[in-house]
């Protein structure tokens, strides 16, 4: 499957913080710097994202925002 | 100003694509890897947003997604 | 590659129809109706959507509101 | 109300899961195929939105995206 | 139509800027400031939004983000 | 930091509640009205957003939707 979305980056997950709906996943860019994702707790166990899993953060261009100082 | 989106992540933009509206802003991450943007091409002009500008991407977490192999 | 978003619908496009930095992508669902999806044009080039093409319309289940009558 | 998202699709709820803040909502789709909603808790509760309730299922969009094979 | 967004301000638009998918549309909040909107082109139309229309600004919760000084 | 975001409201919050992963925060504009936001918890807590609190609601323009009677 390829995808539409423009973001793709490459990382590992580092925390799973589950919720009674949502779940939190902090992922650890294979660059440096982290991204923090809110998903459906479902997805989380039905991907089977855990701590170590190698994962892509995946963000649709529309939702980057850009800051500058 | 201190803002909730957890992913605020350093950058340089690399190129900006002007629309009627909206603007394609790609932005090369310090960490490696890159990020586009879409926003309204009234921010561009706002922030001053041109290649060669240190930037941040900021993306709300609800909106980032995981994707495994 | 495997996704979290939860919401991803068989279809057929239907119409492209393209702007400058974004493209208005019709998709006519397999099970009926249809859903507009708005990408960037880079990402019509890049995937080759076109009339007739088969795809998934792919959403995140945040995105996704509830109306009653 | 007219709203302008363009997507607004009409189903039935079959599943609502209640989180503290967020709930999840399973939608299946008059045409088939089902679609998941996160919405607050509270919406839940002001809509009456129950398992059997018809409903439409709303998307903006730009929040909708395309996948190929 | 009751729509589980939770947020939802009466205005006027007091500016419509077409592109060619996209439009921007600004809004005069009754209770003061302005929200600036990016829709479709086609949903402007299908809407008849224009300068001076009385309108709401809807959006959803979870795309509110919180600032502090 | 200036942020691309156009929509950025004056105002205090007036409720948190607070789940497992995410956050309610509902903010009276200083204009009239009042804003919800959903959040992570971790934001609330890192921003320190309490009853009371001036802050600002900030809004990506795409994600504002448009409504007509």
């Known amino acids: 499957?390829?995808?539409?979305?423009?973001?793709q980056l490459p990382g590992?997950?580092?925390a799973v913080n589950m919720g009674?709906?949502?779940?939190e996943?902090?992922?650890a860019l294979d660059g440096?710097?982290?991204?923090?994702s809110v998903i459906?707790?479902?997805s989380?166990?039905?991907?089977g994202i855990a701590v170590g899993k190698k994962v892509h953060?995946?963000?649709?261009?529309?939702e980057v925002m850009v800051a500058v100082d």
Chains 1, 2, 3, 4, 5, 6 share one sequence.
């Open 25 to 27: 996943v902090v992922i």
């Open 20 to 23: 009674v709906v949502t779940a």
């Open 12 to 14: 590992k997950v580092t």
């Open 57 to 62: 953060a995946v963000v649709k261009s529309t």
């Open 40 to 42: 459906t707790k479902t």
């Open 1 to 7: 499957m390829k995808l539409s979305a423009r973001n």
């Open 32 to 36: 440096g710097g982290e991204l923090v």
């Open 44 to 47: 989380v166990e039905n991907l």
